[in-house]
């Protein structure tokens, strides 16, 4: 196999957790390991089948709701639907209706991509000035607390989906989640994990004086503790609240009884919003991109504000050099990568904004733009800083990908997150979820496309993808993570394209994430504050290519717990069959599963 050394193979190969206590001084490597499989990469499992129906999400619950959906007659939109309520509830660590949303459906009717910006905006009447007075002596804005706040855009991205695609009523398609909402469900081991993570955050800072951790507290550590791995919790607040939504509309969320609610908690938090900023909200329909990346393979990725025109810039960068010829562990093809990364993200830093505000330079995604892009890598050593080109963010975030397709043919691509955690840790009284603190991404330079204004959306790090082959419609993906979104995009098309790995293997393998370098948020005079960013890389990488990185110039660091590297769930579809392929991975609790 190309694309992994014995030594890759080895490694990845996930020792697993003894069933009695071990002797601690016993090496690793003489502990028991993964066993053999008779075909395919002995790191991964086979994808999954099926003819009819097909959803893949980070949870098994929520797989189940979407399939449910789909044999009672729904779309692959209101599965997609039923799926995101279901991980605001099983997932709060991942998103939640305090977020955003964003989406690529494939429409089999019409033979169309389509895509939905489901984002909010800063509050209409709060200058940056009043922002910065509000701010203090802190340079950025804060994590926590009623200044990162964002409108919510994931309801009304819910029904803009359900009026053109949908075809249960609302009510029904949010009825299994207030269900599991008001009996319970077993915590899933990962979310635990991230609960956990949490609830230490948030009490550091609540400690600090930094925002009021009460609501949260209580929805989701009454007792002091982070739920425990199959622990029954319930949330009946937020059964309420999507009970409300499904049987009012999506106008109870925005300019009802529950938007009162929000706007005078937020209020009573320091927050500029009022109820006519939550009633002039609207999601945007999109027009997706896409770029041929080789083989008949096209990326599709949304327009800004989101970072979804990265991969596609990096798409453009690589293919002027064919990885192939090298093993996919090499530190050749991991060099490109990083290189193509690092320099799509300067562009990232100084275009990238709503578009209401800054219109992005489409050259960016002109193939002689990458070309040019691609000829200032060095093949030999890294590169100590790319600067932005001259056309005509990162952090850790926490987010959930799903996709969802149905006998008909559609294939729904969703991304949605409530951004840095599990959000700002504020919880509207009553009623269940967390707001999201995506109003972090603003930069405060005024000089800079994605500075803060009012009315304005900051810049998104969440995107979906969907891939194309020979100009037809095949593969939903997604990669969750932050900054790692895109260039996790990028490693799963060319562990598709170049190295023939399947659906399952290109997610399993061993990522890399570049972190570092110029960020959306900060301003455009002056040095970037790491203009070499660090190359994090999974245990899977042999140990020779992280030794020859370094030698080429590359800060490299290994990391074992899989957190930063995202989550990745895909769907493929036959174009002749109509037969549908799955995949989710191990770095989450989720499933991939089909009828």
């Not at 190359?535 to 957190?563: C, F, N, Q, S």
Request: negative net charge; hydrophobic residues 40%; glycine residues 12%.
């Amino acid at each position: 196999m190309r694309f992994a050394t014995t030594a890759a193979v080895l490694a990845l190969g996930l020792v697993s957790v003894p069933a009695q206590p071990q002797d601690a001084a016993i090496p690793i490597d003489e502990q028991i390991g993964a066993g053999g499989r008779p075909i395919g990469a002995q790191w991964s499992r086979s994808p999954v089948v099926a003819g009819r129906g097909m959803a893949a999400t980070a949870h098994p619950l929520a797989t189940q709701i979407a399939l449910d959906i789909l044999k009672a007659g729904g779309s692959a939109v209101d599965a997609a639907i039923a799926a995101n309520a279901a991980l605001g509830l099983m997932e709060p660590t991942g998103n939640g209706i305090g977020g955003d949303l964003f989406a690529i459906i494939y429409d089999p009717n019409t033979g169309k991509l389509h895509g939905i910006n489901g984002s909010g905006r800063s509050p209409r009447n709060q200058t940056l000035d009043q922002l910065v007075a509000k701010l203090g002596s802190a340079s950025e804005i804060p994590p926590v607390g009623a200044l990162p706040v964002t409108i919510p855009g994931t309801v009304d991205a819910w029904f803009a989906m359900h009026e053109r695609f949908g075809k249960l009523p609302m009510r029904e398609v949010l009825a299994p989640t207030v269900s599991y909402a008001r009996d319970g469900h077993p915590v899933a081991p990962v979310i635990s994990m991230y609960l956990a993570r949490n609830l230490r955050s948030f009490e550091q800072r609540s400690k600090a004086g930094e925002f009021d951790f009460t609501n949260a507290r209580a929805t989701w550590f009454a007792d002091g503790e982070a739920p425990q791995v199959g622990e029954i919790f319930r949330n009946p607040d937020l059964a309420n609240t999507l009970e409300t939504i499904g049987k009012d509309g999506r106008d109870a969320f925005y300019k009802g009884d529950l938007a009162r609610v929000m706007v005078d908690y937020l209020q009573q938090q320091g927050s500029a919003f009022t109820l006519d900023d939550f009633a002039a909200h609207s999601s945007d329909w999109v027009e997706p991109a896409c770029t041929l990346y080789r083989r008949g393979y096209e990326l599709c990725e949304l327009p800004p504000n989101s970072q979804g025109f990265a991969a596609l810039q990096m798409v453009n960068i690589l293919k002027n050099i064919d990885l192939s010829q090298w093993d996919r562990g090499s530190p050749e093809v991991i060099h490109y990568i990083t290189e193509a990364k690092r320099l799509a993200y300067a562009d990232v830093a100084r275009f990238y904004a709503d578009p209401d505000f800054a219109p992005v330079p489409m050259e960016l995604l002109d193939d002689a733009y990458g070309a040019a892009r691609f000829a200032l890598i060095d093949p030999d050593r890294a590169t100590p800083e790319f600067g932005p080109g001259e056309p005509k963010l990162e952090g850790e975030g926490d987010t959930t990908y799903l996709t969802v397709a149905d006998r008909n043919g559609m294939m729904v691509s969703l991304i949605q997150s409530n951004y840095r955690g599990m959000g700002g840790g504020l919880v509207p009284d009553g009623l269940g979820f967390m707001f999201q603190d995506r109003g972090e991404l603003y930069s405060l330079d005024p000089a800079h496309p994605n500075a803060y204004q009012p009315g304005k959306r900051p810049f998104q790090t969440i995107i979906p993808a969907f891939v194309k082959r020979d100009g037809k419609p095949w593969m939903t993906l997604g990669l969750m993570g932050g900054g790692m979104q895109p260039q996790g995009h990028v490693q799963v098309l060319i562990n598709l394209v170049d190295y023939g790995m399947n659906l399952q293997e290109a997610g399993d393998a061993a990522r890399i994430n570049h972190d570092g370098g110029r960020q959306p948020t900060e301003g455009l005079a002056g040095p970037s504050a790491d203009p070499l960013g660090t190359l994090y890389v999974e245990p899977g990488i042999p140990a020779a290519t992280v030794e020859r990185l370094r030698e080429m110039g590359h800060k490299v660091e290994i990391v074992d717990d899989g957190i930063m590297f995202g989550g990745y769930q895909a769907i493929a579809r036959d174009p002749e069959t109509g037969v549908y392929t799955g995949a989710t991975e191990m770095r989450k609790d989720g499933q991939a599963s089909g009828y």
